[in-house]
């Protein structure tokens, strides 16, 4: 499979909000998205892969931070399903990672449902390490929220 890593832009924030929804991850919404493109705090990516048929791209994995000092905030990290288990959302965070330390990354924090086993699996590979509980933390369906930490320090 050949993707591209991108900056987000303006032309893919329908995409974008759309892959959000459909898993069922929260969303910055259209204008939510607009602004966090103006701010140079944001580190937000798109995976993009080409279309044959009319030379255009599709989005197929996004993720969404921001620098809060040195710490980056981790809102949501998602792969359309028919892309997923292939190494997409490693290799996007790691870029996400790469460009938060540019920034001056100290550590990185993001929270995820409990029996969210594969992003459990990717934050882990990555150093990230559970930080906290808050029970029943999530609805529909009903789950309890982990906070995972990561020291920059112990990320090559
Ligand atoms: C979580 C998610 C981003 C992982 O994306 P992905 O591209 O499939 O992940 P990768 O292929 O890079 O795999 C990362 C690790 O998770 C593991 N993994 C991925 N999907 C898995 C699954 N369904 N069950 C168990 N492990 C899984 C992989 O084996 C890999 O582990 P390894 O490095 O030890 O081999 C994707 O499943 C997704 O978009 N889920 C819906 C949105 C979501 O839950 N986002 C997280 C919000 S906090």
Excluded: W
């Amino acid at each position: 499979m050949s993707f591209e890593i991108e900056q987000m832009q303006e032309t893919h924030i329908l995409a974008v909000v759309a892959l959000e929804q459909e898993c069922h991850l929260s969303s910055l919404g259209d204008i939510g998205y607009r602004k966090a493109l103006q701010d140079p705090n944001s580190i937000l990516l798109v995976a993009t892969v080409e279309l044959p048929v009319c030379s255009s791209s599709e989005v197929v994995a996004i993720f969404s931070a921001q620098m809060v000092i040195d710490e980056l905030q981790i809102d949501n990290i998602a792969v359309a399903e028919s892309y997923r288990q292939k190494g997409l959302a490693t290799i996007l965070l790691a870029e996400a990672l790469k460009a938060a330390k540019k920034k001056g990354m100290n550590s990185a924090v993001l929270e995820v449902r409990a029996k969210n086993s594969a992003a459990l699996k990717l934050y882990k590979r990555h150093g990230f390490i559970v930080a906290g509980y808050r029970k029943n933390y999530y609805h529909n369906p009903p789950d309890d929220a982990l906070t995972m930490l990561l020291n920059s320090s112990k990320h090559a």
